[in-house]
């Protein structure tokens, strides 16, 4: 298969997957996987860093945050959820 036969959009964590023609820059269709959202539980997804960060697989949340594709910043602000449900001020 030769370079640049098709591509794979991976920004918004949703697979999309462009073909072009041999010939052609612009691309001549799209197909868009997995389509529908699901409901967001922000509690559900801080418990789950927090587990990955206590289960030692991960030394830091530098690592984290690159092994979840994310910044470290926003798996600061997703582990600050959990010191606002119990109640500690953040900051």
Not at 8 to 35: D, E, S
């Amino acid at each position: 298969m030769e370079l640049d036969a098709f591509s794979i959009n991976r920004v918004r964590r949703v697979p999309i997957i462009m073909f072009y023609a041999w010939h052609a820059p612009q691309p001549v269709y799209a197909i868009q996987i997995g389509t529908k959202k699901t409901a967001s539980d922000p509690l559900r997804l801080a418990r789950y860093y927090q587990s990955l960060l206590n289960s030692g697989k991960f030394e830091s949340r530098a690592a984290l945050a690159r092994y979840l594709g994310v910044s470290r910043a926003r798996v600061t602000q997703v582990l600050n959820q959990l010191r606002e449900e119990k109640g500690t001020k953040v900051g």
